[in-house]
């Protein structure tokens, strides 16, 4: 089992940003956040391998939020970071983070991964 702790939501005003946090008890091997709003489908937005510490070279980052948001992961204390700059009003969302421990590409399909964390709410307003 893998337990999955966020940090780091809250409400900011369009074009500033946001750090999301989510630390892992123990090793995973593809970690990633997920977005889900009201009325609408769960979105990928950024996957990273977690098995090791190789920066940011293999990060998967959604087309909607390429050029303002960053996925970082920092294996020392088994946590992945969501970076969200130049926010706008339709990145409010509900972020969720996910893991798996399984080999496979680290992909930002919701079916690739079986833990996730409780959400954190990210609200942006004009």
């Known amino acids: 089992q893998v337990q999955l702790v966020e940090s780091g939501g809250g409400s900011v005003q369009a074009g500033g940003s946001l750090r999301l946090s989510c630390a892992a008890s123990r090793f995973t091997l593809c970690m990633a956040w997920f977005r889900q709003a009201p009325g609408k489908e769960r979105e990928g937005v950024a996957s990273?391998?977690?098995?090791?510490?190789?920066?940011?070279?293999?990060?998967y980052i959604a087309d909607s939020v390429k050029g303002r948001f960053t996925i970082s992961h920092d294996g020392a204390k088994k946590t992945v970071y969501l970076q969200m700059n130049s926010l706008k009003p339709e990145d409010s969302a509900m972020y969720y983070c996910?893991?798996?421990?399984?080999?496979?590409?680290?992909?930002?399909?919701?079916?690739?991964?079986?833990?996730w964390g409780q959400g954190t709410q990210v609200t942006v307003s004009s």
């Open positions: 996910a893991a798996v421990v399984s080999l496979g590409v680290c992909t930002l399909l919701s079916g690739r991964y079986n833990y």
């Open positions: 990273i391998v977690s098995g090791v510490d190789i920066g940011t070279s293999r990060a």
